[in-house]
T-cell receptor, first 116, second 111 residues
Framework: GAVVSQHPSRVICKSGTSVKIECRSLDFQATTMFWYRQFPKQSLMLMATSNEGSKATYEQGVEKDKFLINHASLTLSTLTVTSAHPEDSSFYIC????????????FGPGTRLTVT | LAKTTQPISMDSYEGQEVNITCSHNNIATNDYITWYQQFPSQGPRFIIQGYKTKVTNEVASLFIPADRKSSTLSLPRVSLSDTAVYYCLVGVNTNAGKSTFGDGTTLTVKP
């Protein structure tokens, strides 16, 4: 099956610093990737939709200047949390759709971000 | 986007069949129904997808009535390792379509 990887799997940073999370589709090309955030005991919340070669579309309430998304190629999307604060601590998950169409999303393993 | 409603939690015992129902009253004509499984601190894993009637694969069955306003995920003979959160998503079957996760159902399988 299609595989999506994320790096790093876990990161701890200090307040005020920026953190970049990578999402890669390993064996397929993904024209669309999604970024989610999940707090403990809660569901996944869609943050933004990332399309290769164009600007990301952010969901209402998500600050685009704080969560920078770049979809530079058909296999890589990055999420940069700028000037991170403790309230940004969360589980960040990306997903990708294969270019052949379909509603099936392939999810990455997630990245645990802790801001101290 | 179609809103989904699922039971918050369900308990079962090993070897039993488990049926989880999801309500999606405002599903659109082009929407597909997809179910995912998530373990703690992991990304969701695709289980099954369908549009109407019944779909079956090696791990589950999906039953969708004619009005498509609900769907039922059926897990045959569950084991302890099936303890997880199960989400049903409703969305269009295109690359541009996005789906919103509902609250999910926490299934606990007991020995």
């Amino acid at each position: 099956g299609a595989v999506v990887s994320q790096h790093p799997s876990r990161v701890i940073c200090k307040s005020g610093t920026s953190v970049k999370i990578e999402c890669r589709s390993l064996d397929f090309q993904a024209t669309t990737m999604f970024w989610y955030r999940q707090f403990p005991k809660q569901s996944l919340m869609l943050m933004a939709t990332s399309n290769e070669g164009s600007k990301a579309t952010y969901e209402q309430g998500v600050e685009k200047d704080k969560f920078l998304i770049n979809h530079a190629s058909l296999t890589l999307s990055t999420l940069t949390v700028t000037s991170a604060h403790p309230e940004d601590s969360s589980f960040y998950i990306c997903s990708a759709r294969a270019g052949t169409g379909g509603n099936e999303q392939y999810f990455g393993p997630g990245t645990r971000l802790t801001v101290t | 986007l179609a809103k989904t409603t699922q039971p918050i939690s369900m308990d079962s015992y090993e070897g039993q069949e488990v049926n989880i129902t999801c309500s999606h009253n405002n599903i659109a004509t082009n929407d597909y129904i997809t179910w995912y499984q998530q373990f703690p601190s992991q990304g969701p894993r695709f289980i099954i997808q369908g549009y109407k009637t019944k779909v079956t694969n090696e791990v589950a069955s999906l039953f969708i009535p004619a009005d498509r306003k609900s769907s039922t995920l059926s897990l045959p003979r569950v084991s302890l390792s099936d303890t997880a959160v199960y989400y049903c998503l409703v969305g269009v079957n295109t690359n541009a379509g996005k789906s919103t996760f509902g609250d999910g159902t926490t299934l606990t399988v007991k020995p």
